[in-house]
């Protein structure tokens, strides 16, 4: 008997020994192969991400550039010969060059003109001679119209033999990286007249490559192969590595890759990915340290699990040679594997292990029904949001609400939909909309028996609840829906101080309805618009007035007209009441019950439309996403009438005022330019119209307005003036001084002398002699 018990444990032992030390092996190897190709992933996933981050720089530098260049101030400046006297177009100019600094990081840009040799930078206007022309000239012989190129610094004011040599990148590490175009870009034929460069930093550059695993090296391969940006030593330290990766890319084809190589005696894993976007390379180095370290915790954790199931299969042997094929041992053996820990040197007795195990079995069991249970709650609100959303079909309604304890048995639904009004005139924000739509829900969660609705949710900026009624009829279901609901508005208004409106759908009794339901409800909210907040609409009371609309588009639009009109002609008041009309026209009951929002943005695209004919960018007027986003929120008129008056009309007639100010300014300053420049000339107001491209009656009024007389009053007086000073002065004949003042007829220019100084030129003239001869 000792003998069989001996050969069924060495038996026993070979036959859980052997699989689980080959397991190990296995286990270890394939384990090992995935922690290096996760490692690697995750390398190139990082590098990647490096990529992307620094070609983002590179196009948005490329972005800022052609935006720049095709400004009305650079093609201007680059048709001019700029020199000191041009301080203000330098200023101009460089102000532009300042605010490309605000788009990407740039420390130095320089715009050159050929043509007229002169170079602006960011400091200062140079002569072209008195920088390093052999640089310009090296951009000059490349064939491409835009193009990177690298320096080792910035571009010297004076040419020095030695710096006017092209930089080398295999002997001199980059200190910068330029982007240059040739002015103007879309010319082919003929020879730039300019160039534009952007200059960044490499240290920049290198800073974006830093990678988080401090044991890994990231730099940057250009299309020779070169590590323009890295110190002289990392260049000649990864030499090697660069020139297998670039041998890689050139035989395979393939854009990135991974290979393991030695670097001054070390093993790394080199990682590469090549860009399409510029060509060049990128390359990380991690040293394979890491991967062994973690190889290595690989082959302890392998190593213990091993001896820890070889212990369990001697123990089990052990006891199995004792009670071979005996039911209770394997009862225990079951019990010992479901619970391990209670296997010791001081064997319990069978029964005691197994009953311990099915009592932790039971125990297990009861906690995983508490979380299931407080997962209950959650499951209930998703079962909701699916009916709303309609993907729970017809043949799923019984079994599901029975499933998630749902009211059964009803004899009609309906949806509630309820909305939060005038946030912003209460003691909340609006960033506080979401939080206080949760406690609405737990506030109708306390309001309503369990029996009468469904699990209340959020959903869409709007609390939804779906009810439940034993009335058959439609009439009286919707009656305790509408008692529901002001039960629901005055406890919102007692617990939040808050002030909703609260859309109540059609009767439907299948759930598979609810969908159809809850647009109801969100569509009776919409007469908020006419009825205004604080409300309690039945889908009932508008259906029968979707049939009957009437379209008054056209009233609408001759109402937009005269405010565009009123706008033009600045007169916020009156704007302001032809909006009051429009509103009046849009919320009235024959209105766009459900255009309301397409028509106001309408209205607010021509108001940003009046600014933009102006000579204003968009963003002048008009945040973008943030402002649609506002407007499609607006539910009272209040609203509407408050954002329409602060965030359009107010501030795109204020920049409209402060632009015609100025151009009366300039009107009326060229006006009397002209006046003292001809006035010995017959110039007339049309002519001067002409001259300035303006309407004769615009500048008279513009005129007028700013110097208080009219154009033949000012002229007239200033003719006169000089025909007086001429009288003092020389000894001129009067038809010779009326003709120097264009008048023809010596009559007319004798009654014109004596109407403004109440003499004749004559009389004057005598005055003046005789209080020379008293003198």
């Given amino acids: 008997m000792g003998t069989f018990k001996s050969k069924i444990l060495i038996y026993s032992l070979l036959l859980g020994s052997f699989p689980t030390i080959l397991i190990g092996f296995f286990s270890y190897f394939i384990a090992a192969k995935d922690v290096e190709e996760k490692v690697n992933e995750g390398n190139m996933h990082l590098l990647n991400q490096t990529r992307m981050r620094v070609e983002q720089v590179l196009d948005s530098m490329q972005r800022t550039a052609l935006q720049f260049e095709n400004s009305s101030l650079l093609k201007s400046v680059m048709d001019s010969k700029l020199s000191g006297q041009d301080f203000i177009k330098v200023r101009e100019l460089t102000k532009e060059?300042?605010?490309?600094?605000?788009?990407?990081?740039?420390?130095?840009?320089?715009?050159?003109?050929?043509?007229?040799?002169?170079?602006?930078?960011?400091?200062?206007?140079?002569?072209?001679?008195?920088?390093?022309?052999?640089?310009?000239?090296?951009?000059?012989?490349?064939?491409?119209?835009?193009?990177?190129?690298?320096?080792?610094?910035?571009?010297?004011?004076?040419?020095?033999?030695?710096?006017?040599?092209?930089?080398?990148?295999?002997?001199?590490?980059?200190?910068?990286?330029?982007?240059?175009?040739?002015?103007?870009?879309?010319?082919?034929?003929?020879?730039?007249?300019?160039?534009?460069?952007?200059?960044?930093?490499?240290?920049?550059?290198?800073?974006?490559?830093?990678?988080?695993?401090?044991?890994?090296?990231?730099?940057?391969?250009?299309?020779?192969?070169?590590?323009?940006?890295?110190?002289?030593?990392?260049?000649?330290?990864?030499?090697?590595?660069?020139?297998e990766v670039f041998a890689r890319i050139g035989q395979s084809g393939e854009p990135q890759g991974a290979f393991h190589?030695?670097?001054?005696?070390?093993?790394?894993?080199?990682?590469?990915?090549?860009?399409?976007?510029?060509?060049?390379?990128?390359?990380?180095?991690?040293?394979?340290?890491?991967?062994?370290?973690?190889?290595?915790?690989?082959?302890?954790?392998?190593?213990?699990?091993?001896?820890?199931?070889?212990?369990?299969?001697?123990?089990?042997?052990?006891?199995?040679?004792?009670?071979?094929?005996?039911?209770?041992?394997?009862?225990?053996?079951?019990?010992?594997?479901v619970q391990p820990q209670q296997t010791d040197d001081n064997r319990k007795d069978e029964f005691e292990s197994i009953r311990e195990s099915l009592t932790t079995l039971a125990v297990s069991r009861n906690e995983l029904d508490q979380q299931m249970n407080s997962q209950t709650v959650h499951l209930r609100e998703f079962y909701?949001?699916?009916?709303?959303?309609?993907?729970?079909?017809?043949?799923?309604?019984?079994?599901?609400?029975?499933?998630?304890?749902?009211?059964?048995?009803?004899?009609?639904?309906?949806?509630?939909?309820?909305?939060?009004?005038?946030?912003?005139?209460?003691?909340?924000?609006?960033?506080?909309?979401?939080?206080?739509?949760?406690?609405?829900?737990?506030?109708?969660?306390?309001?309503?028996?369990?029996?009468?609705?469904?699990?209340?949710?959020?959903?869409?900026?709007?609390?939804?609840?779906?009810?439940?009624?034993?009335?058959?009829?439609?009439?009286?279901?919707?009656?305790?829906?509408?008692e529901t609901a002001q039960q629901i508005k005055a406890n919102v208004h007692e617990y939040l101080g808050l002030e909703c409106s609260i859309g109540i759908s059609h009767p439907f009794k299948r759930l598979s309805d609810a969908k159809r339901a809850y647009k109801e409800s969100g569509a009776a909210l919409k007469l908020r618009f006419i009825l205004g907040s604080n409300i309690i609409v039945r889908y009932a009371d508008i259906e029968d007035q979707g049939n009957t609309e009437k379209t008054v588009y056209t009233k609408l639009r001759l109402i937009e007209d005269q405010m565009m009109l009123a706008m033009e002609e600045r007169q916020l008041e009156q704007v302001e009441q032809l909006f009051q009309l429009y509103l009046d026209k849009l919320l009235c009951k024959d209105g766009f019950h459900q255009e309301h929002h397409l028509l106001l943005l309408q209205l607010a695209s021509r108001t940003v439309g009046i600014a933009q004919e102006q000579g204003l960018s968009m963003q002048q007027v008009w945040n973008g996403e943030e402002e649609l986003k506002h407007l499609f929120r607006l539910q009272t008129r209040t609203e509407i009438a408050s954002w329409f008056h602060s965030r359009l009309f107010k501030p795109v007639i204020g920049i409209l005022e402060d632009m015609a100010d100025k151009q009366f300014v300039n009107i009326t300053r060229r006006i009397v330019d002209i006046v003292q420049e001809q006035y010995g000339q017959d110039i007339s107001l049309d002519y001067c119209a002409a001259v300035m491209n303006f309407n004769p009656a615009y500048i008279s009024r513009v005129f007028k307005k700013e110097m208080g007389v009219s154009f033949s009053e000012y002229i007239s007086e200033y003719r006169m003036n000089i025909a007086k000073n001429l009288l003092a002065t020389t000894e001129m004949k009067v038809s010779e001084i009326g003709r120097k003042v264009s008048y023809t007829n010596i009559s007319a220019f004798i009654r014109t002398f004596r109407r403004t100084f109440g003499l004749t030129p004559g009389q004057y003239r005598e005055q003046l002699n005789s209080e020379e001869g008293k003198e």
């Fill in 97 to 243: 060059m300042f605010n490309l600094q605000t788009q990407t990081i740039l420390n130095q840009v320089y715009v050159v003109n050929l043509k007229h040799e002169w170079v602006v930078d960011l400091n200062s206007l140079k002569p072209l001679e008195g920088m390093n022309r052999a640089e310009f000239d090296r951009y000059l012989d490349t064939h491409e119209s835009i193009f990177w190129a690298a320096g080792s610094g910035e571009i010297p004011q004076t040419a020095n033999p030695v710096e006017t040599d092209h930089w080398n990148s295999a002997e001199q590490t980059a200190t910068t990286l330029r982007l240059v175009h040739k002015l103007p870009l879309l010319s082919k034929s003929a020879a730039p007249s300019g160039i534009l460069i952007l200059q960044i930093t490499a240290k920049d550059i290198r800073s974006m490559l830093e990678p988080v695993n401090l044991r890994a090296s990231q730099y940057i391969l250009n299309e020779q192969g070169e590590a323009f940006l890295s110190p002289v030593q990392d260049r000649k330290a990864y030499r090697s590595i660069n020139g």
């Fill in 261 to 337: 190589a030695e670097s001054e005696g070390n093993k790394v894993s080199v990682l590469y990915a090549k860009s399409d976007y510029n060509g060049w390379t990128y390359v990380s180095v991690v040293s394979l340290d890491k991967v062994t370290d973690q190889m290595g915790n690989i082959a302890l954790i392998t190593a213990a699990a091993c001896f820890g199931i070889i212990v369990t299969v001697l123990i089990a042997s052990w006891f199995g040679s004792r009670r071979m094929y005996s039911p209770i041992r394997k009862l225990h053996e079951f019990a010992t594997n």
């Fill in 384 to 482: 909701v949001l699916k009916l709303f959303t309609e993907q729970i079909s017809g043949a799923d309604d019984q079994y599901a609400s029975e499933r998630y304890g749902f009211p059964t048995g009803w004899g009609s639904l309906g949806v509630l939909q309820l909305e939060l009004d005038n946030l912003q005139q209460s003691r909340f924000q609006e960033q506080d909309r979401e939080l206080l739509l949760f406690a609405v829900s737990n506030i109708v969660s306390e309001t309503l028996p369990v029996e009468a609705r469904f699990s209340p949710i959020v959903l869409n900026h709007s609390q939804v609840t779906l009810l439940t009624s034993k009335e058959e009829s439609a009439e009286a279901g919707l009656a305790m829906f509408y």
